[in-house]
């Protein structure tokens, strides 16, 4: 198709770099949808996350506090593995120690990596418990175009020929808190999407989590970025996540939440069912920093 299409001269002229990225990307979905393939321009920014419009310019925690007495909240917008961020989580996380309802606001968490979830899956689970299955191709692998590295809560295991597989485990905290008992609410949206569907399926397969609001974007594959040259960038899937129950992943067709209400209300039911005053939570709420810096 693209040859054809560079033949033809349908490509030979563009206002901007930015546009004939734009239809290029049109054109490789148009043969096969993929909620993370993309071209990018010379300049711009990467965000593997196609699957959203606008890519809110919050990265890690946003919001972040306690809502009532043992009612914790906090807002995920997508991390990028910067130590800062990381930081930053475990300090919210050690300070939620005591909250017997944790309302996670997923609702722009559109992508990241697994340092991020790991650590909060060690204060989630209270046992080593495992959470979602990774393919990767083997000749990517071979080429060494994976990022997938083996570790304590990433293990390879058993794979269809051509295929390697790891396994994703949570290993809880040496430190116990009540975030192992605690019940917790997470709100998702339709631009809950790529590491925050990674999440969000975790914690429902397992039952750790009450999914609340709208189903996620359905960009599931993961993949990473390659130079194309003259400043083009593409993100390139690779691999795929997927439920070691059913082998279904979410590609294309997001996560379900148990409980559907549009997004802008899903804190308003989450709230609901915590038993919290509305108008006492948002005022809470409107006191919350949203704080960037390292801790």
Known sequence: MLLSKMTSGAYSKFG????????????LQSIHPEGHLKLFP?????????AAENVNPIRGIG??????????????????????EITRLRKILNDFSTAKILIIDGRFYDGGGLRETDLMFSYFFDKPTTIIQMDTRLDVEQRGGSFLIESETLK????????????????????????MKAQIFLLTS?????????????????GRATLIGEKTAGAGHFGRTRDLGGGYRAFIPIGRP?????????E????????????????????????????????????????QSPH
């Open 190 to 206: 339709k631009k809950t999407a790529s590491g925050g569907e990674h999440f969000s399926l975790a914690m429902k397969r397992t």
């Open 252 to 291: 294309q067709t997001g996560v379900e939440p148990h409980i559907k209400v549009p997004a802008e209300k899903a804190l308003d039911e989450a709230l609901r069912r915590a038993r919290v005053n509305p108008s006492a939570a948002r005022n809470a709420l409107k006191s919350f920093k949203i704080d």
């Open 63 to 84: 919001k972040a506090g306690w809502l009532a007495p043992r009612v914790a909240y906090m807002s995920i917008h997508g991390f990028t593995g910067a130590p800062e």
């Open 42 to 50: 010379p300049s711009t920014p990467t965000s593997v996350n196609s």
């Open 16 to 27: 901007s770099a930015e546009e004939f990225a734009k239809v290029v990307t049109a054109d």
């Open 156 to 179: 390879r295991i058993a794979a269809p020929e051509g295929i390697v597989r790891r396994e994703q485990v949570a290993i809880p905290s040496e430190k116990k808190t009540n975030l």
């Open 242 to 250: 997927f439920d070691p129950d059913t082998g279904k992943g979410w």
